[in-house]
């Protein structure tokens, strides 16, 4: 912002008080011109734009749902529907919405040919079931049915010990 001063001989406390004054609502001034340009990010704006942003790019906030996760959707919502329909698609849908790597099998052998797979760990799952049916719902292909299977790391350990047996083979006979 724009400092404001006097010109030196007409310094005063009077004219200290002016300046300030003036000074202060300046700056409110140029918060309000700033105002509508901040509009126009979805990080940013303000609760009651960005529902109208929703409403124009059709995305609905779930129950439960946080606001930044809200604002990253809405943001995003463009693109997502540009990726939508497509494996690598879906994939970046959801690494761009937070929910991580997963992989999509489709046209698995012994299954019908209309099921799609989608595999992923177990903390994915817990931590986002709301957001994947949604998802789901909105960016997956049509008329398909989709499976989620987890996959829990699960910690092995083998020990090896070296095992050498001699065999012999007796033979009786009366």
């Known amino acids: 912002m724009i400092k404001l001063k006097l010109p030196f001989w007409l310094e005063g406390l009077e004219l200290s008080k002016l300046v ?17 340009y901040l509009q126009f990010d979805a990080d940013t704006c303000h609760l009651s734009i960005l529902e109208l942003w929703a409403w124009q790019r059709d995305v609905t906030r779930f129950n439960g749902e946080p606001e930044s996760l ?10 997502n529907s540009v990726d939508a329909g497509s494996t ?26 209309d099921i799609v797979l989608l595999t992923l760990s177990d903390s994915q799952l817990s931590e986002n079931p709301d957001l994947l049916r949604v998802l789901i719902r909105q960016y997956g292909r049509t008329c398909r049915r989709y499976d989620f299977v987890t996959i829990t790391p699960v910690q092995l350990h083998v020990a090896l010990a070296d095992f050498n047996d001699d ?6 006979s009366l």
């Open 20 to 36: 300030a004054t003036a000074q202060l609502w300046w700056e409110q001034a140029a918060e309000w011109l700033r105002w509508p």
């Open 70 to 79: 809200f604002r990253l959707r809405v943001k995003h919502a463009f693109i």
């Open 88 to 113: 690598a698609g879906l994939k970046r849908i959801l690494v761009r919405l937070g929910v991580g790597y997963i992989e999509v099998s489709e046209r698995m052998p012994g299954r019908d040919w």
């Open 167 to 172: 065999q012999q083979t007796l033979v009786a």
